[in-house]
């Protein structure tokens, strides 16, 4: 039973272009958003987050858009470098969790090539 | 700081067989997870600790035990490896609850055949 899917388990984007990953839920009981980047033989690191409340939360290049009406986010990176090809994770939070536990999703692969 | 660090990076392991995965942090944090990825999903968590003494099961902790007995150690124990245990394991830290001030370490991968 996935809560948390991610259609495209690979992107490529060309440098200096929009990169585009899609996040799809069914639990309406998450209360954040996050977002975590993965590059091999490394473990996962928090890249942004998104609460329930917003629709949009910027950082830098990287920006989260959250349609809770489709339950759907998007994560934007603008302009893409080739450091950022990596995979990423989208992992909701269950909401009124003391643990603040996390959903993971399967994964999105991003290459940017130059 | 080293962070988060888990030995060892890979190990093989028969069926049957029994095996300690080592983490360690040394932030101070109260909070340590341990999860694990198999190929093409995401990650699950297994075991928690809230501080020392303190452990609870996660979402899919059946196969696997876990200690606490001080701040910075939290080691996983398999008992009798079966194949389905084959995956990636990362363990984590954090100081509070907030998920994204969770540090992954690097990994260990197991192979039980």
């Known amino acids: 039973d996935q809560q948390v899917k991610q259609n495209s388990p690979s992107l490529s984007v060309q440098e200096g272009r929009i990169s585009i990953l899609n996040c799809d839920y069914t639990n309406s009981m998450f209360d954040y958003f996050l977002w975590y980047k993965k590059y091999p033989a490394e473990g996962p690191t928090f890249l942004i987050s998104?609460?329930?409340?917003?629709d949009k939360n910027e950082d830098g290049r990287f920006t989260v858009f959250l349609n809770k009406s489709a339950k759907h986010l998007s994560l934007h990176i603008v302009p893409s470098q080739p450091g950022d090809s990596a995979v990423y994770f989208c992992?909701?939070?269950?909401?009124?969790?003391?643990?603040?536990?996390?959903?993971f999703g399967r994964g999105t692969q991003l290459t940017v090539w130059p | 700081n080293a962070g988060v660090t888990q030995t060892p990076k890979f190990r093989i392991l028969k069926i049957g067989q029994s095996m300690t995965l080592q983490c360690t942090q040394d932030?101070?944090?109260?909070?340590m997870y341990w999860y694990r990825q198999d190929p093409g999903m995401g990650l699950k968590l297994i075991y928690y600790s809230v501080g020392a003494g303190i452990t609870d099961k996660g979402e899919v902790p059946n196969g696997y035990n876990v200690s606490r007995s001080t701040t910075e150690d939290f080691p996983l124990r398999l008992e009798l490896a079966a194949p389905s245990q084959t995956s990636v394991y990362f363990c984590a830290s954090s100081y509070s609850s907030v998920p994204s001030e969770q540090y992954f370490g690097p990994g260990t991968r197991l192979t039980v055949t």
């Open positions: 932030m101070n944090h109260n909070y």
């Open positions: 992992a909701p939070r269950g909401r009124g969790s003391t643990l603040g536990r996390l959903y």
């Open positions: 998104i609460s329930s409340i917003k």
